[in-house]
């Protein structure tokens, strides 16, 4: 069984502000990928993330970046200078490519509410 | 390029009635899923199929069903609602067989059962 847990429900910071949300995962396949998306109070799922298990490297994009450790199976998401339009619902998710590497489905946690204050 | 397309966006529902949440993509993808999102809960896998004729079971099937008569459409049923069906559903895509690549969503259907 695979699990995704996201301890923070939510958090808030002030503008400008650096923010890192948690996200720790189990999954017993040696093949997996992680996600993270963001869901906007207009409620669509935005994409943010895709990481490959064989892929340990962290990733920097613009204010983004994120921190993939194997060895803790976690998969940390930080915001740096936060911003008010950052404010979000952010969503870890995992799916696991099972023995026999045909199925496909995400499992995903259960949010991080992020308040940005001006 | 539409993407993935879900209708109706918003729809209350009479406990006991029937109804269908569309769903269709137009990317010629293999793969499509249906996913429910509950405050708290995440979003959770209902049912999923990974080709025309071929449909599963998710973490939350009971109360749904499910066809994929077509690669572009994906409906899900709900035969008799209850209140707990309250929800946003999202109905999402990918390309092929191997996990991880790009997974479309669509923008969501709010469904609210009274």
């Known amino acids: 069984a695979q699990k995704v847990t996201q301890a923070q429900t939510e958090i808030s910071v002030v503008e400008k502000e650096d923010v890192t949300l948690d996200c720790v995962y189990e999954?017993?396949?040696?093949?997996?990928?992680l996600f993270w998306y963001k869901q906007p109070p207009s409620g669509e799922l935005v994409f943010l993330i895709r990481?490959?298990?064989?892929?340990?490297q962290n990733e920097i994009s613009g204010r983004y970046s994120w921190n993939f450790q194997k060895s803790t199976s976690s998969f940390n998401f930080t915001i740096t200078a936060s911003q008010v339009v950052d404010s979000a619902v952010y969503f870890c998710?995992?799916?696991?490519?099972?023995?026999?590497?045909?199925?496909?489905?995400?499992?995903f946690g259960k949010g991080t509410l992020l308040t940005v204050n001006p | 390029n539409a993407g993935v397309t879900q209708t109706p966006k918003f729809q209350v529902l009479k406990t006991g009635q029937s109804m269908t949440l569309q769903c269709a993509q137009d990317?010629?993808?293999?793969?499509m899923s249906w996913y429910r999102q509950d405050p708290g809960m995440g979003l959770r896998l209902i049912h999923y199929?990974?080709?025309?004729?071929?449909?599963d079971q998710g973490e939350v099937p009971n109360g749904y069903n499910v066809s994929r008569s077509t690669t572009e459409d994906f409906p899900l049923r709900l035969l008799s609602a209850a209140p707990s069906q309250t929800s946003v559903y999202f109905c999402?895509?990918?390309?092929?067989?191997?996990?991880?690549?790009?997974?479309?969503f669509g923008e969501g259907s709010w469904l609210t059962v009274v």
């Open positions: 999402a895509s990918s390309p092929d067989r191997k996990s991880g690549n790009t997974i479309y």
């Open positions: 999954t017993r396949d040696t093949t997996y990928y």
């Open positions: 199929s990974v080709g025309a004729g071929i449909t």
């Open positions: 998710a995992l799916s696991g490519l099972n023995s026999g590497g045909s199925n496909y489905k995400l499992t």
């Open positions: 990481r490959n298990s064989f892929d340990e």
């Open positions: 990317m010629n993808h293999e793969y």
